[in-house]
């Protein structure tokens, strides 16, 4: 396990959500609602970076995943997954030690990924995971248990899988719980336009029953980067990758976008597969998947079981303004372990005398793999180049951290216009190609300019209005060195980039 200490913690913007609890639930059921919560809170102190590493395998080399064609795949790695899935099919062993994480799909890279392999009764690398804590009621969801930083709620089992795991205090069954909510610092995860992004967690859901568990609502889950600096639910986008509710032995997967409540989504609703069967799935440790395929036409999303497609949405099916702006972006990952609320309550169930205390929603890894969009090209000139910037909002997000290949870590500037990223390319190179992953804190305005002297520029691309955090354009130029120069900010936060790849001869 290579330990990253160069993880960046999301500084004074912590939480810009909103927190205006569209909780209404509908006549049949709603899956959603849980993003309409992000919660308001203090901002807390920009820190100094912490050295603490646990259970995190960070595939190095891995965010080239996103910028380099398709690699050709061993069988060994094609086949390195099967077993992994029947290992945590076996009912009877839940709790065996995990595999590591899966080599990747054929066509895919590893992007990231984290195994929990921290020790026993240790929390999470808070420069990797966020602490959703406080009471459930403010997520707009109805849920009623108080989530918390406490190890007692959220912590490595010393054998490979983080828990999070509902307690029980009192004889009341409707007050008195606590719980645990954590979701990725990073927010960078996506595909490119004409690529796929697939996040996979392997999960055993609470070990409850509709006899005994009644209110439980464990979900694995992902929330539209734009959430983070402004934009609103469900417009910035929700794919619910795991639900399951009372105990029920299954699985819902859901979309949410554009307006709430209707909407081409359907909100508060949300458009999705409905009840599926998940047959063992909370006496054992099954695979959750969905995949983001850019590369259709119209674009897809699809959910998988188990490695078996069992819903696919396409982008037809909802608005395509209402598509975009909840889909073709990044995207950070949640687990949740919730308590009550609208969901359970449309099937009929809430927290009740039977409802035991203690279920447990165990991870034991969740992993982002990419496929980058057919022909595109792998040799990136910008990666480990020397980079500098105008400024940097603090030492924690250094220049360099746009061309380390890490999608995790991320430049950031001072928050004012102009600013510029440059890398040095160590010799004259022909460019024709570039990416750019903006933060959701990004340029509203920039311009990829070449030289070959470091002080006189030509631009070779130019985005006036840059809504999108995934830029992957063709560009035609020369020079040692490249920029960029970002004229103007679509937040009030600097400009942020979490990789910037050229490529050329
Ligand atoms: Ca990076």
Known sequence: MSLRDTRDT????????????????????STGLRASARRHRPAPPVRPARRVGVGLVALAATAAA???????????????RQPVAAAHADADA???????VPAPPEGFTTTWADDFDGAAGTGLDTKVWRYDAGPGSSFGTGEIETTTTSTANVFHDGN??????????????NTGWTSGRVETQADGFGALPGG??????????????????????????????????????????EVDILEDINGRSSTFGTLHCGVAPGGSCNESTGVGSG???????????????VELDRSTSPEQIRWYLDGTNYYTLKADQVDAAQWADAVDHSFFIIFDLAIGGAFPAAYGGGPNAATVS?????????????KAPAGHPTANLAQGKPTTASSAESAEFPASNATDGDITTRWSSQFSDPQWLQVDLGQTHTINHATVIWEAAGASAYQIQTSNDGNSWTTVYQNDNSPADIQDVDVNGSGRYVRINATGRNSQWGDSVYEFAVYGS
Not at 160 to 173: C, E, I, Q, T, W
Not at 281 to 288: A, D, E, L, S
Request: glycine share 12%; hydrophobic share 35%.
């Open 275 to 289: 009840e599926r069967p998940c047959a063992g799935c909370q006496t054992g440790y099954h695979t959750y998947a």
């Open 196 to 237: 796929v992004v697939r996040m996979q967690a392997s999960i055993q859901q609470p070990d409850v029953s509709t006899a005994n568990g009644a209110g439980y609502w464990p979900a694995f889950w992902m929330l539209g980067a734009p959430l983070r600096v402004g934009k609103t639910w469900p417009g910035s986008g």
């Open 358 to 370: 203690g279920g447990q929603l165990n991870v034991d890894y969740v992993a982002v793999y990419n």
């Open 66 to 80: 996103l910028f380099t064609a398709s690699p050709t795949v061993s069988a060994q790695q094609a086949t390195a």
């Open 160 to 173: 490979g899988h983080m828990v999070l795991k509902a307690l029980h205090d009192g004889s009341d069954p």
């Open 94 to 100: 839940p709790q065996v030690r995990p595999l590591s």
């Open 10 to 29: 999301r500084d004074t913007r912590d939480i810009q959500g909103i927190r205006d609890l569209q909780g209404i639930r509908d006549g049949r059921g």
